[in-house]
């Protein structure tokens, strides 16, 4: 019995400590320690078509996101004065109907927005992150009923541009893809 005990509890401690280090959380930002201030100027656009505030959702999307979640990181819309500077391009954004309802009128319909993202150090003049395939798709539905039609584009940009925002800060404050300058 008492080989059985020991057995059980060096089972549980080795299990227990074989996972440690999956739980670690993420304490510091993939930028180097003396950016404080990033720059968001406004997103170009580049796509073929006219979309009405595509790039300024985006810029947008990306300021707030790192408000919320950049770790203290100050955020302007120009280069003047800060230490970073975010570019962003809108390169492509598509728009197509994915699913025809019985009369073949298309009812469901996908937005992809193909984006360029880089991050630069401007007192090195580096370049921190760089991102020229950065691919979004959403899609909405139209209503059968012609008397509460909604253009449901608007929201669905919106929430493509929330979802962008969220990926792009992820990346750079959780150090993903963040170039290693030791090597």
């Known amino acids: 019995m008492r080989y059985l005990r020991f057995f ?3 089972s549980i401690l080795l299990a227990g400590s074989g996972f440690t280090d999956c739980y670690k959380p993420v304490t510091n930002s993939g930028l180097p320690k003396n950016v404080k201030t990033v720059a968001v100027p406004a997103f170009q656009f580049e796509a073929n078509g006219l979309r009405y505030r595509v790039e300024t959702r985006f810029t947008e999307a990306v300021s707030r996101e790192i ?3 950049g770790n203290g990181l100050k955020v302007q819309g120009t280069k003047t004065g800060a230490d ?3 570019e962003g391009t809108i390169r492509n ?3 197509s109907g994915v699913l025809l309802d019985s009369e073949g009128r298309a009812r469901v319909y996908e937005v992809t927005i193909v984006a360029a993202v880089t991050v630069r150090d401007l007192h090195e003049n580096k370049i921190l992150y760089d991102n020229q395939n950065f691919v979004f798709r959403d899609s909405f539905e139209f209503s059968n009923d012609p008397r509460s039609f909604f253009n449901e584009e608007d929201p669905a940009v919106e929430r493509m541009a929330r979802a962008f925002g969220e990926s792009v800060v992820s990346a750079i404050v959780n150090g993903l893809g963040v170039k290693d300058e030791k090597k």
């Open 67 to 69: 408000i919320r979640r």
């Open 8 to 10: 059980a509890l060096s």
């Open 93 to 95: 954004f598509g728009f």
């Open 84 to 86: 970073a500077v975010i």
